[in-house]
């Protein structure tokens, strides 16, 4: 049972960047499609970008334009979400998200059956 574990958050002014990590615990991480959603205080949860075990990685262009790239280490088990260009509009509980295989759908959360428990990134203004 593959376990995950978000970490990287914290506060940053506006304009900065912040690089997030999910590691995965307890399986081969190898064939897992990984997701990033993030939910603002009073706001459903959202996508932010995907990467699948073969690399191709997915965003949500109109909430990322361009800011934010994702990435992965299968040895280390970790997938990355560099975010750049921070906006107050940023602020939110980041969490990572993966299933095996996973194809379709990359933008749904219920297309995921792993979660971690979240990171806080806070953009001041």
């Known amino acids: 049972q593959v376990q995950l574990a978000e970490s990287g958050g914290g506060l940053v002014q506006t304009g900065g960047s912040v690089r997030l990590s999910c590691a995965a615990s307890g399986g081969t991480f190898n064939y897992y499609t990984v997701g990033w959603f993030r939910q603002a205080p009073g706001k459903e949860r959202e996508f932010v970008a995907a990467i699948t075990w073969g690399g191709v990685s997915t965003f949500d262009a109109d909430s990322v334009k361009g800011r934010f790239t994702i990435s992965r280490d299968n040895a280390q088990n970790t997938v990355y979400l560099q975010m750049s260009s921070l906006q107050p509009e940023d602020t939110a509980v980041y969490y990572c998200?993966?299933?095996?295989?996973?194809?379709?759908?990359?933008?749904?959360?219920?297309?995921?059956?792993?979660w971690g428990q979240g990171t806080q990134v806070t953009v001041s203004s």
């Open positions: 998200a993966a299933r095996l295989r996973l194809i379709f759908n990359l933008g749904h959360a219920g297309a995921y059956d792993h």
